[in-house]
T-cell receptor, first 111, second 114 residues
Framework: GQQVMQIPQYQHVQEGEDFTTYCNSS?????IQWYKQRPGGHPVFLIQ?????EVKKQKRLTFQFGEAKKNSSLHITATQTTDVGTYFC???????????FGKGTKLSVKP | NAGVTQTPKFQVLKTGQSMTLQCAQD?????MYWYRQDPGMGLRLIYY???????DKGEVPNGYNVSRLNKREFSLRLESAAPSQTSVYFC?????????????FGPGTRLTVL
């Protein structure tokens, strides 16, 4: 199937450390989206990447789309306690409705 | 604007009971979705509706039915609930093509089937 592998499943960091989560696909992606879900909350859209090699930044968050459009990463610089939550990638399988979420990376930040 | 609203917020059912989860959006979006979220499984698409009057199966449709009542409303029905359907259910909507548009999620319904 057109799954997407997201790693790591969990990440525990000290406040101020960096954090990275990765999404990898065996097939080429047309685009990829990233979402954040706070504990007890609902997913909230962060970014969409469409172009090969694309890099987008939102304050301390940097999103990358691989040259081959088979992988993507989300990097947080100098984590804060407000970054706590689970980060998901969402891929489009190319056909209508074939939307597949990664299983998420749960980030905890120790003050 | 309320965005995406879902009712109820919590529900406990006995095996074999039926219920309908309601979802409404006020953003004039064409596409609406139903997901379930289980621990360690991420979000899995149950059904989606690309436009009023159309519905299609997602990754895990078995045991569910949906109705796109109008452009605003998209309901999910469990005809005979099973413990395996214990989950958190999220409704979402998007303004463009399902493959390209960002999704706006509702607050979720936490369902327990005993």
């Amino acid at each position: 199937g057109q799954q997407v592998m997201q790693i790591p499943q969990y990440q525990h960091v000290q406040e101020g450390e960096d954090f990275t989560t990765y999404c990898n696909s065996s097939t080429t992606l047309s685009n990829i989206q990233w979402y954040k879900q706070r504990p007890g909350g609902h997913p909230v859209f962060l970014i969409q990447l469409v172009k090969s090699g694309e890099v987008k930044k939102q304050k301390r968050l940097t999103f990358q789309f691989g040259e081959a459009k088979k992988n993507s990463s989300l990097h947080i610089t100098a984590t804060q306690t407000t970054d706590v939550g689970t980060y998901f990638c969402l891929r489009d399988g190319g056909s209508q409705g074939n939307l597949i979420f990664g299983k998420g990376t749960k980030l905890s930040v120790k003050p | 604007n309320a965005g995406v609203t879902q009712t109820p917020k919590f529900q406990v059912l006995k095996t074999g009971q039926s219920m309908t989860l309601q979802c409404a959006q006020d953003m004039n979006h064409n596409s609406m979705y139903w997901y379930r979220q289980d621990p360690g499984m991420g979000l899995r698409l149950i059904y989606y509706s690309a436009s009023e009057g159309t519905t299609d199966k997602g990754e895990v449709p078995n045991g569910y039915n949906v109705s796109r009542l109008n452009k605003r409303e998209f309901s999910l029905r469990l005809e005979s609930a099973a413990p395996s359907q214990t989950s958190v259910y999220f409704c979402a909507s998007s303004g463009g093509s399902p493959s390209l548009a960002k999704q706006f999620f509702g607050p979720g319904t936490r369902l327990t089937v005993l």
